[in-house]
């Protein structure tokens, strides 16, 4: 069995395109898109488009739930979201209500977001310190909450992994596709980075009865994707996009 995994477009339209031309190259059985697909100041419409012409096996993230979930104080404070729903329209939002949360494709093999119990949950890393840490191995498997599956593929830190556990199994996360750094204040403060603006994916292949696992930098034309954050007036996204870095404080 050989996969695809995708992770955290986040309407990068451009990103994805990269990713999914060099997905073909790979012959895989199966495609996977992990969630967090179209909340973004990019290409929210453009992103629903190109995923349909495609066959994936998609579940949901929780900023695809924050956008069908947001009330109308949110979406006055947030410009972002604001484009967001003008972009989509009524198909796209009927698309992400019916992704499941979580998907057991067969026996060996797991999908979620962020951990089995909740998508706002990062199920390999540790952020108290204010960047990604890996968890100790007991961490990881008490948040696997008995996800017995010997593969566990998950998302939501936009950090690329491979964690083998003492409970034989093994958990990927693929990285993001379409946004290589970021900052968040929950559960505190904390910045993650990539260091590069290439787009990140993994295939993970089973060979003599093991897990293979590639993680695969692609590099796209990410000032398209720059142009179109700074029309929203999405610095931050802006330098996110183009280095792979959090922002440095103004002194």
């Known amino acids: 069995m050989k ?8 309407s990068n339209v451009y990103a994805l395109d990269a990713v999914l031309k060099d997905v073909a190259k790979h012959s895989v059985d199966l495609k996977a898109n992990l969630g967090d697909i179209l909340y973004g100041p990019i290409a929210p419409k453009a992103t629903f ?9 998609t579940i949901s993230g929780n900023q695809d739930r924050q956008i069908y979930e947001s009330t109308q104080a949110e979406i006055e404070a947030n410009p972002t979201m604001q484009f967001i729903l003008d972009d ?45 840490m890996l968890r100790s191995d007991s961490e990881i498997i008490d948040l696997l909450a008995g996800q017995s599956s010997k593969l566990i593929c998950c998302g939501h830190t936009h950090t690329p992994r491979a964690v083998n ?16 750094a970021y ?8 910045s993650m980075e990539n260091y590069s603006y290439h787009a990140s994916y993994s295939i993970v292949e089973k060979i003599n009865g093991a897990w293979r696992v590639q993680n695969i930098k692609v590099p796209y034309n990410y ?8 029309k929203r007036n999405r610095s931050d996204w802006v ?3 183009s280095t792979g870095r959090k922002l440095l404080p103004k002194i």
Do not use: R
Not at 49 to 57: D, G, N
Not at 94 to 113: A, G, I, R, T
Not at 183 to 190: L, S
């Open 3 to 10: 996969i695809a995994l995708l992770s955290d477009i986040h």
């Open 49 to 57: 488009e190109l995923l349909m012409e495609h066959e994936f096996v």
């Open 88 to 132: 989509l329209g009524a198909k796209p939002l009927d698309w992400m209500k019916s992704l499941p949360f979580d998907k057991q494709v067969n026996d060996e093999v797991y999908f979620c977001h962020g951990t089995p119990k909740s998508d706002l949950i990062y199920l390999l890393e540790d952020v108290s310190q204010g960047h990604a």
């Open 165 to 180: 556990l003492s409970s034989s199994q093994l958990v990927v996360n693929p990285g993001s596709v379409g946004l290589q």
């Open 183 to 190: 900052t968040d204040d929950e559960p505190v403060i904390h």
């Open 223 to 230: 000032q398209l994707a720059v142009n179109e954050s700074t």
């Open 239 to 241: 330098h996110f996009l």
